[in-house]
């Protein structure tokens, strides 16, 4: 069965400083993989998607993750950190591009200090 | 282009009591999922309709809940009666027909409070 591991809960960083989420996840074949960012009183947003091919995928508002097989792993990564990433973040798996078919991991809440 | 939307975006109600949330997807879109997220844990599928038909209730926890869209457009989903364990919060996500660059286009959600 697919599973996704965030282990991170809360994670704090100075605006500015360097960013990464650590996303892991189990599936016994080549997964999707996504993250989604909820924003205070937003719905869930598609920030990027691996599907194939280049392992090191570009995303909206400056993000980008690396897919690496070795370690099952889709960290995100944003080097320098607004104020206004303060959010919410999700890892996302699936065996297609289907939503009812997706495994979401249970989030991380990112801070932003001044 | 208007997004998903989500009514109402807060409901707080007694156990044993009915509630109704609604989803309006984005116009055109034959695609539309219902997601729960409980106690701030993983997001988990509910169900899938295509047009107005059910392709997946896989993930319907029991029969206190019930998902309707009628004529393919608006959909709701009726918790009778609620539990305290219903409480979270529910997400409605919609998208096109078709798999190649499918997005998903996702509510705010509506926060439940079980008392």
């Known amino acids: 069965a697919q599973s996704v591991t965030q282990p991170d809960i809360h994670i704090t960083v100075s605006e500015g400083a360097s960013l990464e989420l650590r996303c892991n996840y189990s599936?016994?074949?080549?997964?999707?993989l996504f993250w989604y960012v909820q924003s205070p009183g937003q719905g869930l947003q598609l920030l990027l998607k691996?599907?194939?091919?280049?392992?090191l995928v570009q995303g909206i508002k400056g993000f980008e993750a690396e897919f690496k097989r070795s370690q099952s792993s889709f960290n995100l990564r944003k080097p320098s950190v607004h104020w206004s990433d303060a959010a919410e973040y999700f890892c996302a798996v699936g065996r297609d591009n289907y939503g009812q078919n997706f495994v979401f991991g249970p989030g991380t809440r990112l801070s932003v200090l001044p | 282009e208007a997004g998903v939307t989500q009514f109402p975006s807060h409901s707080v109600i007694e156990k044993g009591q009915t509630v109704t949330l609604r989803c309006d997807p984005i116009s055109g879109h034959d695609n539309l999922y219902w997601y729960r997220r409980v106690m701030g844990k993983e997001i988990k599928f509910l169900l899938h309709?295509?047009?107005?038909?059910?392709?997946?209730e896989s993930g319907m926890p029991n029969n206190r809940f019930l998902a309707e869209r009628t004529g393919g457009t608006y959909s709701t989903l009726k918790v009778q009666p609620a539990e305290l364990e219903d409480s979270g919060v529910y997400f409605c996500?919609?998208?096109?027909?078709?798999?190649?660059?499918?997005?998903?286009?996702f509510g705010s959600g509506t926060q439940l409070s079980v008392l």
């Open positions: 309709f295509v047009k107005e038909s059910k392709q997946d």
């Open positions: 599936y016994g074949a080549t997964p999707y």
């Open positions: 996500a919609s998208s096109q027909q078709g798999r190649t660059n499918e997005k998903l286009f």
């Open positions: 691996y599907f194939s091919g280049d392992t």
